[in-house]
DNA sequence: CTAGACTTCAAACGATTGTTTGAGAATTTC
DNA sequence: GAAATTCTCAAACAATCGTTTGAAGTCTAG
């Protein structure tokens, strides 16, 4: 966590994505970010201006890149000459995957994400919504397209079903623990595929199939 | 939420849940806490003895019910002649959904347990663990009976996303809004529904059906 | 080499945190 | 109705919170 090699930024970044996921937002104090990245307590409102901005950087620093990924692969799913159900899903839950795989600190940020749902907070909701919202829209666009015989409502709730079972297998809650042989890599790629299998037959029960 | 007519330990957790869904265990201040409850700051200490132990007693109030309504409905599932997947799901489901209609602040407390799965907080783990864990290990029996062409470890890591979108649907997340000529306990019979079928047809994928 | 910009630092700011105190009010017990 | 118990209250406790300050350090451009 320390890692001098990086710069103080990029080490309070870090630092509070571990901080975030262990302790929430509030729990996470900027002297204990300030400590677990060895830099001085005032650089934060240096390089950042408030606690409030840091958070959102720690969001920004990886959404960027997660909702870039998905947009891609959904572009990449849809481009087949018979796109499935499946393909739209793993097009949403494979680019998570890749992240909690990150080494550096992105099994940390699913569960600072996952965090994210369960607070209310208004200005972090706007700010995702202002910066990401229009990813969610084009999902929900293609899985609207993929399952016609579902009412609006109807899909509504099966996605929002959907997006809650996503960021709680991603946030590694629960009582699975992989096998002692087993690598992080093979762990976690099965735990996609569970997903996929799983929410794709949710999505499609009492449909044609 | 001041609500005189209650007695001041019932108004301090009335308030504490409500305060704790909205911003967190460490977000909410025993300061807002009483007056939130009309109540003199150092009630919380007097009946309580910590803040830790306030938000324990927030559990054990609605859980004591919950799990042993959840109990009653295995039980009862289970004795009919041929008690399905679905029977078992729907009483792990609908005494949860009950425990959400309640007048009294019973969605503020779903919420609550959202942030609890959301929280890693050792303490509080243990505490539900302790209290609670004998509840899940008899449906995790009963799942096991209905699905037994699932190895042991497919079962759990399908129960463990169950457990996720369950969390996560009555927590009242997401997108979803009721129709506003819709009463709340049909808006909340129509989630359990949905949650039942989707979560069988999660479970049941890949084998026999 | 120096001037100027950028970054780090220890120290302190007022506000807020959970908790404790001791006096007083209310209630219960006999 | 007096004594004892239970409860409420304002006030203060030390600790910690996010933020600000101004001086000292480091770096870069001319």
């Known amino acids: ?24 937002f509030a729990g996470a104090s900027l002297r204990q970010v300030t400590a677990a990245a060895k830099v001085n307590l ?4 240096y390089h950042f201006g408030s606690k409030d901005r840091l958070i959102e950087e720690v969001f920004r620093r990886r959404l960027d890149e997660l909702n870039a990924g998905r947009l891609r692969a959904l572009k990449q799913a849809l481009a087949k000459p018979e796109p499935k159900l499946e393909d739209v899903l793993a097009a949403f839950i494979k680019p998570a995957l890749e992240l909690s795989l990150d080494r550096e600190g ?6 600072v994400l996952a965090r994210a749902y369960a607070e209310h907070n208004e200005r972090l909701r706007k700010f995702l919504s202002d910066n990401y919202g229009h990813v969610l829209r084009e999902f929900a666009t293609a899985f ?8 609006k409502e109807e899909l509504y709730w099966r996605l929002d079903i959907v997006a809650g079972a996503l960021t709680y297998a991603m946030a590694d809650f629960g009582v699975i623990k992989r096998r002692s042989g087993q690598s992080e890599r093979e762990f976690r790629e ?9 929410a794709a037959a949710g999505l499609k029960e009492g449909s044609e199939r």
């Open 190 to 198: 099965r735990a996609a595929d569970h997903l996929v299998r799983f």
């Open 106 to 111: 992105g099994s940390a940020f699913v569960r």
């Open 1 to 24: 966590m320390a890692e001098l090699r990086f710069s103080t930024k990029q080490r309070i970044l870090g630092a509070a994505e571990d901080l975030f996921a262990r302790r929430g």
């Open 42 to 45: 005032a650089a934060v409102n």
């Open 144 to 151: 609207a397209r993929q399952l016609p015989q579902l009412g």
